[in-house]
DNA sequence: GTGAAAGCGCTAACAC
DNA sequence: GTGTTAGCGCTTTCAC
């Protein structure tokens, strides 16, 4: 249905030079009549265009296009990122292009150089594993990358994370404060610095509060799954011989499976347990238990990438690998 | 840092004739010698390629690239159908590029637009409006279009969905099965041909059932989301004076809305209403209630779609513009 | 005011 | 066995 820019020229009979600045909006730039341009116009609008973007880009070297690699996009708060930055991409006439990592430095890697191949303008991760040494940066196409989520200590790019420390410390602190006299944090992928972070945070708190090392436990499973929750729940449950008074879980989905755990063991979740939370889920609210959730700026995060890659993209300042920390929201219900 | 393919046959000494054979493995059907094979295999070895894609997909008119426009990435249904499309996708050699319509239909149309002009081979749709009369498709390139979720009458492409009638007719009988005399469906969105399926599918199974219409409720908002569900609530509450005894949700989003309007006026959500909803969450299982939801089968979707998507791409077969239903699971919890 | 022409980096038919 | 060459559809400089 739509024209391409050969066929508008034909069709007017101008050339596909003076098709391309009417369509570009350079018109009086180049001096095009209100005549051709009136006569174009009109036809565009009853035909509509469709300027071919691969030959486009091939001439231009732009794409018009971000690449955003994500560990895993069925993740709630990966997904809730993705919507906002694509929210903010739209409005500047950018697409974006989405893509999972599943935690696979492989698989990582492969998507980067895909996407560096397609020649995107630019290029959000939140890597899996640390940057490589030398980043794949081909044929001298410099192309900005920022990097979120999580700091891996050699990176050679802006960071935007969250302030997992420090909303670790909160969180811990609350449950203290509500009442955890011994307490267990449940880790799913204890090498992810995020996790790291958050476990400092949490050192620091029960210290600060004076819990004795018999009070506390640190469980941690190489992934982060219910799978993983339930195990590390049942680890605890099987060691003291019944619910833990209290547990912190890194992710939604090792609270889930922690609590399945729980109802599988006790027929029930003992309303006593106090929970505390990374991400929220709406459902959270209507759990019985004392619940503290460390609620994440996904918003704010995906406005402070799209500033920086824009920057970036413009040329506008050097690039600094420096890191931007965002704060958390500590939400208590029940 | 990779090479392009101008570099390698500078560096080696070939032409980008020869250099582009060996890199599509088309080399012995070229003749090319064993020995300009290894020296270009190990030039490409120590250095790595990266091909412009933007050059290539001009010259030959495909991309490997195929398009996905959802309501919502942000909604876990169609985030979890992206994660399994995405893994097909990949494993073909293709990239998925998903992108939000929002539920407008202007960005929808917007997107594809965008989507078609940057030559996607192939185009997935979770339509929020019926397709317009004459598809998009530009200058004769016959790009595939599969629909998905959502079947509306005048499709001319196939369509992939749910058993949504069926689905809302058992959940509703279990319902009733298990003690619901009453029962209210809290809908978003009545317009979308999904939620009318399974508005067709509840009325039958409370007839079925014998339910009087003053037992029978069925409330609806323009939009799918919490505040929809709040409001709709509060119309049922404030009408009866008391906490409905049995609800259906059309998504989570109402369910947490409609829990959040009882919550709020009762001080906790009454752990004898019956609960029905669709789409699954992890949560779901510790309400105190009784739960039936209906989960849809995203890994099949993504699998139905993909494999229809493959056949057209191929051009193996006509597009047939017929309907692919897929079974839901109901599952009963609490 | 408008158009001709070069060329973006690649592929593939064809020539040698 | 390998290289030459003609484009893919667009943008943009420069000539008229």
Chains 1, 2 share one sequence.
Request: proline share 5%.
């Amino acid at each position: 249905m739509a024209k391409t820019i050969s066929e508008i020229a034909e069709a007017t009979g101008y050339s596909r030079t003076t098709i391309t600045m009417v369509l570009s909006g350079r018109a009086s730039q180049y001096r095009i009549s209100a005549r051709a341009q009136k006569i174009i116009q009109a036809y565009v609008d009853e035909h509509g265009v469709t300027i071919n973007q691969t030959a486009r880009n091939l001439k231009t070297k732009r794409s018009q296009t971000v690449g955003f690699i994500v560990p895993d996009i069925a993740n709630a708060f990966f997904a809730h990122v993705t919507a906002h930055l694509e929210g903010l991409c739209r409005a500047e006439g950018l697409v974006l292009v989405t893509t999972s990592s599943l935690e696979d430095p492989e698989t990582e890697k492969r998507a980067i150089d895909s996407l560096l191949a397609r020649g995107v303008d630019g290029l959000v991760l939140a890597p899996c594993a640390p940057r490589p040494p030398e980043p794949s940066r081909k044929r001298g196409r410099n192309t900005p990358l920022i990097l979120i989520d999580r700091a891996y200590p050699e990176d050679q790019a802006p960071v935007i994370s969250s302030n997992h420390q420090v909303s670790a410390h909160l969180v811990t602190r609350e449950m203290i404060a509500a009442g955890a006299s011994r307490i267990a944090f449940l880790c799913g992928h204890p090498d992810n610095p995020s996790i790291q972070d958050r476990i400092e945070g949490f050192r620091k708190a029960v210290v600060e509060a004076g819990l004795s090392d018999e009070d506390v436990q640190l469980l941690s499973a190489p992934e982060d799954s219910a799978e993983a929750g339930h195990a590390m729940m049942g680890q605890l449950m099987s060691a003291a011989g019944r619910a833990p008074p209290a547990i912190l879980c890194s992710s939604l989905l090792v609270l889930e499976g922690a609590l399945k755990r729980m109802k599988g063991e006790l027929g029930a979740v003992p309303r006593d347990v106090i929970i505390g939370t990374f991400d929220y889920d709406g459902l959270l609210e209507f759990l019985p238990n004392k619940v503290f959730v460390v609620q994440q700026d996904e918003e704010a995060m995906a406005r402070a990438v799209f500033d920086l890659l824009l920057q970036q993209m413009s040329g506008q300042k050097a690039i600094k690998p420096g890191r931007t920390i965002l704060e958390t929201q500590l939400v208590h219900l029940g």
